[in-house]
């Protein structure tokens, strides 16, 4: 029999910019409950569920007659004091010259004093009711307090609301967005001894993939961390760590599942082969080299983090080293000669003949 075509590629090496990957979640930044500061029955709702605010956008209104009366009465009643003040004033004016002439005593004339000083106390206060009656009167007008997206009504006009208790709807920011998810114990220990420092995953780089995002764009939506915690969970062994992302296309929704690779700061030189290479004997990994005479050589490696495409190989290969990619399930034996076609590392097979499309990590066990 002729020797097996297979197709060959050398061992990339370059420098790679390492990367960790987490399951998260997103959460916004900013999330409202949002609840009435006075009392009554809503009126109307002016949103429509669902659509995107602006801060200070109307929301809600809530029967304003009452509220509307009570700053009536409270602008009366600071007229009414004013008009008090000014009477006070005056006979004061008028005492403090007839007490100069020795034409009242001297009790009166503090009398008309103490009573002025009374009239200007109850100005201010009335002045306070009416800035008081206003600003019940303006919390009728029920208010997006950050722009967001709203969520459904919870209370529908002709129902009563109370202040500070009834939920009217919930407003949750849009972009930026959080990320939330969890290191653990080792990960966090290698990044503390690359920074030096105990906030050691500081500002560092994130790429942020929803779980419908595939292809090698999965990773799109870029940001960083901006938050880590202050202690390690015991129980679970994980820091929680939180990343902020952009998100001006709207498609990280608060609440949805996402996967983020957190860039580490170590960049080094590895060598890169393709995963389809990769063989499984029992709980070692191995792959086939070109040796002398075209034979195939095993070697054992050691598999570090993906790159890409590619994976990273930690032990067992050299730089220049030729791994056979596609066609090792018929490398019966090491040592078998074979008919070698090469190709880039990563590229599709050349192997014109059948059955020598590409073998999976363990389609080659010993």
Not at 66 to 80: M, P, V
Not at 100 to 116: N, V, W
Not at 147 to 156: E, K, M, N, P, Q
């Amino acid at each position: 029999m002729p020797p097996p075509e297979v197709s060959i590629a050398e061992v990339v090496s370059r420098e790679v910019q390492p990367w960790d990957e987490f399951t998260g979640r997103v959460s916004a930044v900013e999330s409202v409950e949002l609840r009435p500061r006075v009392s009554g029955y809503v009126e109307r709702v002016a949103f429509k569920e669902g659509q995107e605010v602006a801060k200070g956008d109307l929301l809600f209104v809530i029967d304003q007659r009452r509220y509307r009366a009570d700053l009536d009465r409270a602008q009366a009643q600071l007229a009414q004091a004013r008009s008090e003040s000014e009477l006070a004033r005056t006979q004061h004016a008028r005492a403090q010259s007839l007490v100069e002439a020795k034409a009242i005593s001297t009790e009166e004339f503090e009398s008309r004093r103490a009573g002025r000083s009374q009239a200007e106390a109850a100005v201010r206060a009335a002045e306070a009711a009416v800035a008081n009656a206003r600003l019940d009167l303006q919390f009728t007008e029920v208010r997006a307090p950050i722009s967001g997206r709203a969520g459904r009504a919870l209370v529908t006009a002709g129902n009563l609301a109370q202040a500070d208790a009834t939920v009217l709807t919930t407003l949750v920011s849009l972009d930026p967005v959080h990320v939330h998810f969890e290191a653990d114990e080792q990960t966090w220990q290698r990044y503390a001894a690359q920074a030096g420092e105990q906030r050691a995953v500081q500002d560092n780089a994130v790429r942020v993939g929803l779980g419908g995002e595939g292809g090698e764009d999965r990773f799109r939506h870029a940001g960083k961390v901006d938050f880590v915690d202050n202690q390690i969970d015991s129980g679970t062994g994980t820091i929680r760590v939180r990343a902020v992302v952009p998100n001006p296309d709207r498609l990280l929704t608060p609440g949805l599942f996402a996967r983020v690779r957190m860039q580490g700061r170590d960049r080094h030189q590895a060598l890169l082969i393709d995963d389809q290479a990769v063989l499984t004997d029992q709980d070692r990994k191995f792959v086939y080299v070109l040796g002398e005479g075209n034979a195939a050589e095993r070697r054992d490696i050691t598999l570090g983090r993906a790159s890409g495409d590619l994976r990273e190989v930690s032990a067992g290969l050299a730089p220049g080293d030729k791994v056979i990619v596609h066609g090792v399930q018929k490398v019966f034996f090491p040592g078998m000669p074979v008919s070698p076609t090469t190709i880039e590392m990563g590229g599709a097979p050349q192997v014109a003949s059948a059955g020598s499309g590409p073998a999976g990590p363990a389609g080659g066990g010993q």
